[in-house]
């Protein structure tokens, strides 16, 4: 599961707020993820010269009458061999 981390799920439950830390202790467990799969399938599969776009976020749902929210957290750019070119929200 998502949460099987060592850690991850003590660190929602002890959390100030566990429902506002819920949203990212998972899109940590996605973004991990999606991190592998580019690493692994993108080297030998994505045509040379592709760039390849992670892009995450996590989204906030509001109240009825109220706009909801997208929270970027990830914006990368990657060579068709899963290297790192830019992170594009990195300071």
């Known amino acids: 599961s998502l949460l099987d981390v060592p850690g991850r799920a003590e660190k929602v439950v002890n959390a100030a707020n566990p ?3 819920l949203p ?3 899109f940590e467990a996605q973004s991990t ?5 580019i690493a692994k399938a993108a080297p030998g599969n994505v045509p040379e010269g592709t760039t390849i776009a992670l892009v995450g976020g996590i989204q906030i749902n ?3 009458g109220v706009s909801d929210f997208f ?7 990657f ?3 899963g290297v790192l ?4 929200l990195a300071g």
């Open 19 to 21: 429902n506002a830390q």
């Open 24 to 26: 990212r202790a998972l």
């Open 33 to 37: 993820a999606m991190h592998q799969i």
């Open 62 to 64: 509001t109240p009825d």
């Open 71 to 77: 929270l970027p957290q990830v914006f990368k750019l």
């Open 79 to 81: 060579s068709a061999d």
């Open 85 to 88: 070119i830019k992170d594009l």
